[in-house]
């Protein structure tokens, strides 16, 4: 039996060896408020939002340090035309098959069974080695959610990587 990636640790020594401070895990205080689905699963849209640093061919790579862009993609994209980068995980098995950091054919599927409605017209993606936790709450998280709401999604799907 393999034993699980003990990824806290691993993180935290990728960043020393960078030559960063310890890294700070964010807490946040406060909980997120419940919010229960409006209308059951098969009647949503459904979007995509991925931190494995996964883009399109033909779309410009995320860069290593504090890159708070994001990348559009559709979601009727072929998986063979999906590339990664990003500093902090092992991406051979990204590489090999982007599901396991960007499930769309999971996703394209449930939507063939009728388990979800639809999904939105593209997903998102970005690298989650952003260092500050302010950038990402007053940048990207703003700039995502927007994006979710241009495309009408019910519900999101987080990956983290």
Same mark, same amino acid.
């Given at each position: 039996?393999?034993?699980?990636? #003990?990824?806290?640790?691993?993180?935290? &020594?990728?960043?020393? /060896?960078? $030559?960063?401070?310890?890294? +700070?895990?964010? /807490?946040? *205080?406060?909980?997120?408020?419940?919010?229960?689905? #409006?209308? =059951?699963?098969?009647?949503?849209?459904?979007g %995509? !939002? *991925?931190?494995? $640093? !996964?883009?399109?061919?033909? +779309?410009?790579?995320?860069?290593?340090? &504090?890159?708070?862009?994001?990348?559009?993609?559709?979601?009727?994209? /072929?998986?063979?035309? %999906?590339?990664? *980068?990003?500093?902090?995980?092992? +991406?051979?098995? *990204?590489?090999? &098959?982007?599901?396991?950091?960007? =499930? !769309?054919? =999971?996703?394209r599927?449930?939507?063939? #069974?009728?388990? %979800? $409605?639809?999904?939105?017209?593209?997903?998102?993606?970005?690298?989650? $080695?952003?260092?500050?936790?302010?950038?990402?709450? #007053?940048?990207?998280? @703003? /700039?995502?959610?927007?994006?979710? !709401?241009?495309?009408?999604? &019910?519900?999101?799907?987080l990956? @983290?990587?």
């Amino acid at each position: 039996m393999s034993h699980p990636v #003990e990824y806290m640790t691993r993180i935290t &020594d990728n960043y020393a /060896k960078l $030559g960063y401070k310890a890294y +700070q895990w964010v /807490k946040n *205080a406060d909980r997120p408020p419940w919010q229960p689905l #409006e209308k =059951p699963l098969s009647q949503c849209r459904v979007g %995509l !939002i *991925a931190s494995g $640093g !996964i883009y399109a061919s033909g +779309q410009v790579a995320f860069h290593f340090k &504090d890159d708070t862009s994001f990348r559009a993609i559709p979601t009727d994209v /072929k998986t063979a035309d %999906l590339r990664t *980068a990003h500093f902090a995980y092992d +991406q051979t098995d *990204a590489r090999r &098959d982007p599901n396991v950091v960007f =499930p !769309i054919e =999971p996703l394209r599927r449930l939507v063939k #069974e009728g388990v %979800l $409605g639809s999904l939105t017209a593209h997903a998102f993606t970005f690298m989650g $080695g952003v260092y500050s936790y302010r950038r990402v709450v #007053e940048e990207l998280a @703003p /700039k995502l959610l927007e994006r979710l !709401i241009a495309e009408q999604a &019910d519900v999101a799907l987080l990956v @983290p990587v």
